[in-house]
């Protein structure tokens, strides 16, 4: 739930924005045509992207590129509280502020990611506290300050601690990069999201997605899924020490005898059987 919500406009969008919100919450975010610094004042969640997943907990920011997000904002120890700061960043504006020219140091080699992690930075946290002293004072908030910040916040970025990662990013910042269904599946078949995450991810309804994968892969996505995951676990029980439950969890099953239960219908054994059986003396 939504629990307060401010935002500043520029040129008629919005630009930052200040959520808090109450867990439990899904926060999905389509962002085709903008990509966005987003910081965590409070909370902590894994954002998922088509081709990756990121872990970010108090204090921390990400600089997300155009795409597909979403987070599943849950109760985290004592508290069920986030407060996210969201700055927006549209190519037509930066092209504006920039009298078209995109500044030299952002055009560099590609990196094929989504997200990027901007490392904790006293000039990062700065920056955030000026931001939250304007929204406490929005009447001192004007166009030409709105502007001085979008540049002080690019230049802040590419300053800090992981500034290679970040140019890299920015270079292609307004160039998403489509991703097969085979790739995106590639990357989440060991998380816990459900086919219709995928789906979202692919920029697919879920019955788009079904009929391509089908197409595709000549089985459905939730038998791929767990056939792969069922190899990994036959190979985990070969080669590992970590036991049967860790190698359930690992592999991303529910329960331990969901585990199990799969693991014999596909091998016509437990998983314990077929671990003796391959070396009956090394993990007694």
């Given at each position: ?13 919005c630009?930052i ?14 962002f ?5 610094f987003?910081y ?12 990756e ?20 904002l ?16 549209y ?9 078209d020219e ?35 004072h ?26 290679a ?21 590639g ?67 529910p ?24 070396a ?5």
């Amino acid at each position: 739930m939504v629990l307060a919500h401010q935002k500043f406009d520029f040129n008629g969008k919005c630009l930052i924005e200040k959520v808090v919100i109450q867990a439990p919450f899904r926060f999905a975010a389509n962002f085709q045509d903008e990509a966005c610094f987003i910081y965590f004042a409070e909370g902590k969640t894994t954002i998922n992207s088509a081709s990756e997943q990121t872990t970010i907990t108090q204090r921390e920011s990400v600089l997300l590129k155009c795409g597909s997000y979403f987070a599943d904002l849950l109760k985290y120890s004592d508290a069920d509280r986030f407060e996210i700061l969201v700055f927006h960043l549209y190519p037509d504006i930066l092209r504006s502020i920039y009298n078209d020219e995109i500044p030299a140091f952002l055009k560099t080699s590609l990196k094929n990611t989504f997200i990027q992690k901007v490392a904790t930075d006293m000039m990062v946290q700065k920056f955030v506290e000026s931001l939250y002293f304007y929204l406490d004072h929005p009447s001192l908030v004007s166009n030409d300050l709105l502007e001085l910040k979008i540049k002080e916040l690019i230049l802040l970025l590419v300053q800090s601690k992981n500034a290679a990662s970040i140019v890299s990013l920015f270079a292609e910042l307004f160039t998403p990069r489509i991703l097969s269904i085979k790739e995106i599946i590639g990357a989440h078949l060991f998380s816990d999201l459900t086919i219709s995450d995928l789906a979202d991810l692919s920029n697919l309804s879920l019955s788009t997605f079904n009929r391509t994968f089908k197409t595709m892969f000549g089985d459905t996505p939730a038998n791929y899924i767990k056939t792969k995951r069922l190899e990994r676990a036959h190979e985990l029980l070969s080669i590992s020490s970590l036991t049967v439950s860790e190698i359930a969890f690992q592999t991303c099953f529910p329960t331990l005898a969901h585990f199990s239960r799969s693991f014999k219908e596909r091998y016509q054994c437990s998983p314990s059987a077929y671990r003796l059986s391959i070396a009956p003396d090394a993990f007694k």
